[in-house]
């Protein structure tokens, strides 16, 4: 059996990750779900100072907390941001890089960068606008969550969100993170949530297809898998461990 560490995306916590990762271990793997600073049961040390490098020093902390070897680690969302930023640093400890309806950063890009390439300039101009009104009222640069609806979420799967999610640092998305290519070499995959639009990960999912170490793998369902579709999610996720 694998061992997995799955890293959630943006607004979100460790939470989102609980039917999956019962999933999973009910089929033997050992599995992380680590709830990233600011997040989750860790709401209470959100601050405006926090950034995309502080989330990819929490997952390498637990690699090296936990000792963990030959990793299958899965990003969700803005966690392909954080999963890229770790793989650079530590690519001897991971097995497969998995990208579940996320984005696939380059070198000095950020999330909003990342935004700007993969959807029409109109749409992406909605966003810009969303993200900054958003982090500048009444937030102290917290960006709070947008609605689970937006991103094709069923009504219990955004019920839960509205519970659940809470404001991120504006910084964690304009961050850019910064690359030396030690992971290219690594497999991986991208898993395309495919029933839900205007998605930017159709642009990704379409330039990571074809390319050398990569597979692309559709699923239906709306952008929030792990909590929409976890048994079929944790099938998907252990087969990437082949």
């Known amino acids: 059996m694998a061992t997995f560490v799955l890293v959630h995306g943006a607004w979100h916590g460790g939470w989102c990750w609980r039917d999956t990762v019962t999933a999973m271990q009910a089929q033997g793997h050992r599995v992380f779900a680590p709830t990233l600073s600011g997040k989750g049961e860790r ?31 899965v990003g969700h969302s803005y966690g392909g941001m954080v999963i890229t930023g770790v793989a650079d640093r530590i690519p001897d400890k991971i097995a497969r890089l998995v990208y579940l309806d996320a ?61 659940r999610c809470n404001a991120q640092a504006l910084a964690t998305f304009t961050n850019p993170v910064l690359l030396a290519g030690a992971a290219n070499d690594t497999p991986k995959t991208y898993v395309l949530a495919d029933g839900w639009d205007p998605s930017p990960f159709r642009y990704f999912a379409a330039r990571c297809g074809g390319q050398p170490d990569w597979r692309v793998v559709k699923m239906a369902g709306g952008h929030g898998l792990m909590m929409d579709s976890p048994d079929a999610l944790a099938e998907v996720l252990a087969a990437q461990a082949a």
């Open 43 to 73: 709401q209470h040390l959100a601050h405006q100072g926090i950034t995309l490098e502080t989330h990819v020093r929490d997952v390498i902390g637990v690699f090296e907390a936990e000792e963990l070897e030959d990793v299958v680690l």
């Open 103 to 163: 984005f696939v950063p380059e070198h000095g890009e950020s999330l909003l960068d990342a935004i700007r390439k993969a959807l029409p300039p109109e749409v992406a101009a909605h966003y810009f606008q969303t993200f900054f009104d958003g982090a500048r009222r009444d937030h102290a640069m917290l960006m709070p969550p947008l609605p689970g609806a937006l991103f094709g979420a069923t009504p219990a799967t955004d019920a839960w969100m509205q519970r």
